[in-house]
């Protein structure tokens, strides 16, 4: 079976605000654009596929946390 | 075809120790194409992508009438699309949905088309989930 490593912490580390685009095998950043139009320009010469993901964020709200703090249990 | 996926920790979130279960997808619409990485999200009754997104995949999506949805977290607007994916060597067409107001990296495949296309195993103890897709004639 196929495995697939995606590291996105690692991937967008130190990466400014903006669109990265990321190579096939997930292991680095081959653009960077301030906008997805910029970095899809800059994706053009490039012949494989780019996977293009937002750098510079916060996805704290793309998954659901529940936060029950130090004190508080169950 | 299977696939095993490691979960991903994700930007803001490294000291909570959530991993996310991501995986690579591309759109395509007409002649546009768009690759990315979604949430594989089995809470989510149906999939949803930005108007970032769609707006990268030519949808004209203002011209769909909006419906309203609800999530955990608020209410919102999206416009039903049809569309196609490729997931590696696995090609579908699902219904997504356009949501307005959302994070532009946002991208989830939900219930309604990732999980009816393919069995996907979550194995949270090794951070990692499998996915095997089913083979249509």
């Known amino acids: 079976m196929k495995q697939v490593k995606i590291n996105i912490v690692k991937l967008l580390k130190g990466q400014k605000p903006g669109w990265v685009g990321i190579s096939p095998d997930f292991k680095k950043i081959l653009v960077w654009g301030k906008t997805l139009d910029e970095a899809t320009q800059k994706a053009e010469k490039f012949k494989e596929k780019i996977y293009y993901f937002p750098a510079g964020e916060s996805y704290s709200n793309f998954v659901g946390i529940i936060d029950y703090g130090i004190n508080n249990t169950l | ?137």
């Open chain 2, 1 to 137: 075809m299977g696939l095993t996926i490691h979960y991903s920790p994700l930007p803001g979130l490294e000291k909570t120790g959530v991993l996310a279960p991501m995986i690579p997808v591309t759109f395509k619409n007409a002649r546009r194409e768009f690759s990315t990485i979604a949430l594989v999200d089995s809470g989510a009754e149906a999939g949803i992508i930005s108007t970032v997104i769609a707006d990268k995949l030519n949808i004209k999506w203002r011209k769909i009438p909006a419906k309203s949805g609800f999530s955990i977290g608020s209410n919102f607007r999206f416009h039903p699309v049809d569309i196609n994916a490729q997931i590696y060597d696995h090609k579908f067409s699902l219904k997504l949905n356009v949501v307005e107001g959302i994070f532009a990296f946002k991208c989830i495949l939900g219930r309604k088309d990732l999980f009816k296309r393919a069995k996907i195993c979550f194995e949270g103890y090794k951070n990692r989930f499998e996915i095997i897709f089913r083979e249509f004639n």
